[in-house]
Each structure stands twice: as C-alpha cells, then as structure tokens.
C-alpha cells in the first residue's frame, strides 16, 4: 500500500506479536519520544568488526556506535558515504507544478549546512550484517533496499553505524541536488524511466517489487534511487504545511500544526504512480506500523 498523502490519514494497522520482540523500544509516536539507542559497552566494542549475525532482531536493534570517532571503525558491505555541501534552496511545490498537496506550501527558502548521506538506501544485507535479521518482504534480493521497518527501527540502524535520520529539508535538499523541477530529471514524467523504479517498471516478471539499488541513473549530488524503490523514513514529525518552516536543515519540531503520530517519508517507491514520485512530495505514515513499500537512507 501506499503511503498516504496529507488528505487521507492512514488506516492504523495492528503490529502481529512476532514483531513486538523491540517493543522496549519508547512510543515512536510521541513528539517528544527520546531515542531507543543504547551505547556499545567497552566489552561489546572488543570486537567491533560486526555484530554477531547470528543475534536476534530484537537484541541488536538498538545497538549504537558511542565514541562518534569509530563511527567509520566498520561499516556493512558496499555502504558509501556521498558529502552533500552546504547551500541555499526552495523547499516546497515545483515552479509550475499544479498537482501539488496542500502540505507542501508555501515554497520557503532554506540554507542546509554540509553533510552526508548514504549513496543508497540501505540494503537487506547491510541491515542483516548490522541488525542480524532481515524483515524484507522482497527476499532473495540482498542488494534489493531493506523495507518493513518501523521508523524506530530505521533510526537504530543509522545510529549503529555512526549515522541519523535526514531532516526533511535535508532529504529535499539533497534529492533535488541543485534542480527546480518536479523530479530532478525534469518536469515530465517520461524521464523518470531512466532514474527511479515506480510502478511503469517495477514488475520485472514477479509483479511489483523493489529492485537492486544504484540500478538508475544517480543524481547531481551522486545519490541513487532518491525516487522510486522505497520510501525512505525522514526523522521529522508531519505538519499540515510548511506556515513556520524552520529557514535551517534542522528537524522540524513543535508548532500547532505537529502531528507527531505520523512521521515523514519522502521519495515514493516502486509501487505509486509518478504524482508520488514529485521531488516535493510529503508521504505521511504510522512509524510503528512497517509497510513492504518503505525503507530507509542515513545521513550524518
């Protein structure tokens, strides 16, 4: 299913018990939710090389880098690191772009200072090399973006290699890469073939499904698949629209139009149609509910 706009709120849907193992973790719900973390004792980083795999979920879903020094000390196969610089933009509805929801004005200016953020969403085997297990439903497919994770969950994993959740505005800042347009191909939907996996191409034979990951062309800054794939989790609460923005890349918090019991996800997946796929587009959905369509990307 798709995650929901800003005009139909999404159906809650009750988590089955085989994925309550995490359920120590805090009510990711909650505006004011302090993270789950917790820090690797001195014992546990004797040896850092890896987790073990052969841990279940639920022990490891938590575990974080502490000393941010030794956040690069190991990381899970093919995971990059792409420096995005610093910069000025218009976050919001595309010039011209007459399909746009009403959560995503008015346009406003905001500067975002350097950082970093994955190449690619993250994969079903760097999760299973970090977390231990692999709650995908597209199995068979190591190099396919891990999806049917909580935002909780997504957050763990950033933290447990030395990362975070982006920002919104980061996210947006980062998937336009200097473009103005609907998607950063352009204004027609007839380019996205050459970037992004969404429903015109995504069923390779099986139906519908995600696909490996770098497998479109990238965009300026070097990131793939910042549309279509997956959704990826964003660390803000939803906001009906952007009236008292933050000017700055920073997380989004407080005001009276915070709807914390929903959590962003930005970039539509391979499932909808190209209307999600709009680089301004703001998904909205449960963060303890995972969905087969969503997935996730670190920043730091």
């Not at 359920?23 to 073990?52: F, N």
């Not at 962003?264 to 995972?290: A, C, E, Q, T």
């Amino acid at each position: 299913p798709d995650a929901v706009t800003c005009d139909a709120a999404p159906a809650d849907s009750p988590v089955p018990d085989a994925e309550m193992a995490d359920a120590a973790l805090p009510d990711a719900a909650t505006c004011d939710a302090a993270p789950a973390d917790s820090p690797v004792t001195d014992a546990e980083m004797a040896d850092a090389a890896r987790p073990d795999s052969s841990t279940p979920d639920a022990a490891n879903a938590d575990r974080a880098i502490a000393d941010a020094g030794q956040r690069d000390a190991w990381l899970p196969p093919g995971l990059t690191w792409i420096p995005i610089p610093g910069g000025v933009y218009e976050m919001g509805c595309s010039p011209g772009d007459t399909s746009c929801e009403s959560d995503e004005i008015p346009r406003h200016t905001v500067a975002i200072s350097a950082f970093e953020m994955t190449a690619t969403e993250i994969t079903q085997a760097q999760y299973q090399a970090v977390v231990g297990s692999n709650p995908s439903s597209n199995t068979g497919c190591p190099t396919c973006p891990v999806e049917t994770i909580r935002w909780q969950q997504a957050r763990n994993f950033c933290a447990a290699i030395g990362g975070r959740l982006p920002s919104e505005a980061e996210w947006e800042y980062a998937a336009r890469a200097g473009t103005t347009t609907r998607y950063y191909c352009g204004d027609n939907a007839a380019c996205l073939g050459g970037i992004a996996w969404y429903y015109d191409n995504s069923d390779t034979g099986g139906g519908h499904a995600t696909q490996p990951v770098a497998g479109k062309t990238a965009n300026d800054f070097g990131l793939y698949d910042m549309l279509g794939n997956v959704w990826e989790w964003n660390e803000d609460c939803w906001h009906i629209d952007y009236n008292g923005a933050p000017a700055t890349g920073v997380v989004w918090t407080g005001g009276a139009n915070e709807h914390c019991e929903y959590r962003m996800v930005r970039g539509g997946s391979y499932h909808p149609d190209d209307d999600d796929l709009r680089v301004s587009y703001r998904g909205i959905f449960d963060p303890s509910n995972p969905d087969e369509t969503i997935g996730a990307r670190c920043a730091r």
